[in-house]
């Protein structure tokens, strides 16, 4: 994987996998909404030996079609094409507020289908390359407790799934990375990180093995399968009264 | 939340800001009465605790490397482990490096950090080219030995105090590889060990692991380790599992019986007098990497420790007499590192100096701060000083007493406004 875009690399997450990415010859694209951050982000990837080119949207206002185009453009092929940006809001200004519900559900799921869906297409006419995006274990069920964000990521991840069945044979690869707990500042308001906590770097190595690797959903770290089977099996009557 | 250095004493709770550039570092640390900032947390006493910490783990970029020269520009929060993940594969290696890969870049400049090469090459601050720090009084300025240097000496080994470090540039050391070539010399006595330390003054790293609970005509007796980089297999060593202490360990484990079976097993382990190896690099400069959360072992009390130098001239009286009074206290350290310095320099408040650095583990216990402030009288009368770094218990006397540049150094701080700004548990007890 030598071309590379990411959507959402100030992401710290997105951060840690492009570092690990880096190979002579790689190339960036870096899109992403904070103009400092980014820059600093771009600065690490060259100084390790990358060309990187960064481009400052915010991804639930741009043109998806227009920005991916431009990716397309500036890379000729493209290897790799990220999703990895994310918003957790507050589930109970969620449930005060419908705009601010809508505006989570666009960050986490409809702009990233439009990315993806315009992505597709591309990638179809390329004949291959690798979709990604970084969904969530909160996809896999609806918890009273951050359910808004859950839903997004839900509809990320059945998108993705449905792209895989289009692609099946075709060279085109989809992967749905579904992170645990990761410490990054998307998760700073939670105190008492215990055992079943991440750091970015330990997941990105776990992501940058799925990426390499193949087609289908990933949870990182690998134990979360276990765990999220457990918690999609639970019958409601259980389920409903696990303080969760 | 709850924070601590790595001795784990004192805890206490404080806000904890994590900026994700230098812009909002520099917005976060204008809206806020006092602070200091906080590398990787591995400094042992209270040096980085303040009711309000600002840390640098977000800044944690190379922001230009130059691999025809190896001089490397990096944030402020980049630590050793990703200094080696990025660059040791392309042959460059850091010109100092301390005991633990999880110390900063910022860290390692604030309190002038020193490896096994000091005899050689000095301290980490001695190959800088320059800083970027985000002062009060001038916002963020470039020093170095030839910019502001009065800047540069106050705030290489100034623990914080003078502004935020925001990036360092320095050169990095070319090595042929991720490979350490160490020759072991078993030593059975403290004066055998520091004719080995002279005997090998040449080699480029050296430390000692001396039995300090060893007494009579074994007294500091121990293992001093010589390491050279060395071409080695092409392939590079295997990342080894790195095993964690889940939890606290109950604070008896490491009472007096166990540790004197610990150390006396360290010592003999060795069969001959002269052993040689090839080992990992991070193997030989990081050995406690190896166990991550180590300092669960000493229990949820925590544990001091407790380094000091002697100058040259009095250091093998002053290190037995410290030998000897831990062994009539009983009061033993797990593992006790000694290690020839060479000459220290012109930064105000650097540690290192031409002579001997001892570091002992103490467990906490409660008859314990009458026993160091003994001990912190024989560091003071052969001329000694203790490293700030590990502290969390020196008065303000002794530190005066042993850091005489401090007024200088606290005049350049109140120059740049840091007095305004800048404190910790430390500096506050120190009296800066």
């Known amino acids: 994987m030598h071309n590379v875009a990411i959507f959402g690399a100030t992401s710290a997450i997105a951060e840690a996998v492009a570092r690990r990415l880096i190979k002579p010859e790689a190339r960036f694209y870096l899109v992403g909404r904070d103009d400092e951050r980014l820059a600093l982000v771009a600065a690490d990837l060259a100084a390790r030996g990358a060309q990187v080119q960064t481009q400052v949207a915010d991804l639930v206002e741009v043109d998806a079609e227009g920005l991916v185009a431009e990716v397309f453009a500036a890379l000729g092929v493209v290897d790799l094409i990220l999703i990895a940006y994310g918003l957790l809001p507050d589930q109970e ?28 297409a591309h990638l179809e006419r390329q004949g291959g390359g690798t979709l990604a995006a970084i969904t969530s274990v909160a996809a896999d069920r609806g918890r009273r407790s951050n359910y808004v964000y859950g839903a997004a990521k839900a509809l990320v991840a059945t998108f993705l799934a449905g792209l895989r069945h289009r692609f099946h044979g075709r060279g085109v690869r989809v992967v749905d990375i579904r992170p645990g707990f990761v410490d990054t500042p998307m998760t700073a308001r939670f105190e008492n990180k215990g055992l079943l906590w991440s750091s970015p770097d330990r997941v990105a190595g776990n992501i940058v093995r799925a990426l390499e690797k193949g087609s289908g959903v990933y949870y990182v770290p690998g134990y979360w399968r276990a765990i999220m089977a457990v918690i999609r099996a639970l019958p409601e009557g259980i389920f409903h009264r696990l303080p969760l | 939340m709850e924070i601590s250095g790595w001795g784990r ?131 963020v300025v470039r020093c170095s030995p030839t910019e502001r240097p009065e800047l540069f000496r106050a705030t290489c080994g100034g623990m914080g105090l003078t502004g935020v470090i925001l990036a360092a540039t320095f050169r990095l050391r070319a090595v042929p590889g991720p490979w350490i070539e160490v020759e072991s010399h078993r030593a059975p006595c403290l004066e055998a060990l520091l004719e080995r330390f002279a ?114 001239e009095a250091a093998p009286a002053g290190v037995a007499a410290v030998l000897d009074r831990c062994a009539a206290a009983g009061k033993g350290s797990t593992l006790a590192v000694l290690k020839a310095l060479g000459p220290g320099n012109d930064n105000l408040l650097s540690f290192p100096r031409e002579g001997l650095t001892l570091a002992l583990d103490f467990r906490l216990e409660r008859d314990l701060p009458a026993f160091l402030q003994e001990l912190d009288r024989l560091v003071v009368d052969h001329g000694g000083r203790h490293y700030l770094a590990k502290d969390a218990r020196l008065s303000a006397e002794v530190f005066r007493t042993t850091y005489p540049r401090w007024e200088e150094f606290a005049a350049i701080r109140e120059r740049y406004g840091g007095h305004r700004r800048y404190h910790s548990l430390q500096s506050h007890r120190l009296g800066l």
């Open chain 2, 199 to 312: 005997a090998h003054a040449q080699a480029p790293y050296s430390v000692a692991w001396i039995d300090c609970l060893a007494r009579g005509r074994r007294r500091g007796r121990g293992i001093l380790e010589l390491g050279r980089h060395a071409p080695g297999p092409a392939a590079a060593p295997r990342e080894p599992w790195r095993p964690a202490v889940p939890a606290d360990l109950p604070g008896w484990l490491l009472a007096r019986p166990a540790m004197a079976a610990f150390n006396a097993l360290y010592y003999h382990r060795q069969r001959r007098a002269v052993t040689r190896a090839l080992r990992p690099c991070r193997a030989f400069f990081y050995p406690l990497d190896g166990i991550r959360h180590w300092n669960r072992l000493y229990g949820r009390q925590g544990f001091l420790q407790y380094q000091f130098v002697l100058p040259a």
């Open chain 1, 93 to 120: 200004a969620c449930e005060k507020s419908l705009p601010t519900t809508l505006e989570a559900i666009a960050v986490n799921g409809t702009s990233q289908v439009a990315l993806a869906m315009a992505a597709a």
């Open chain 2, 9 to 139: 004493h004192p805890r206490i709770d404080a806000r904890v800001l994590r900026p994700r550039t230098f812009g909002q570092l520099a917005a976060t640390v204008a809206g806020e009465v006092s602070l200091i900032p906080r590398g990787g947390g591995r400094s042992y006493g209270d040096s980085a605790l303040a009711p309000t910490v600002v840390e640098t783990r977000h800044l944690d970029q190379l922001l230009a490397f130059d691999p025809a020269t190896g001089v490397v520009r990096c944030a402020a929060g980049t630590t050793f482990a990703q200094l080696l993940d990025a660059l040791l594969p392309h042959g460059w290696f850091p010109p100092v490096t301390p005991g633990t890969a999880a110390v900063t870049v910022g860290g390692a400049v604030a309190a002038d950090v020193h490896g096994k090469n000091h005899h050689r090459d000095g301290s980490f601050c001695d190959h800088l080219l320059s800083l970027e720090v985000l002062t009060e009084s001038d916002g």
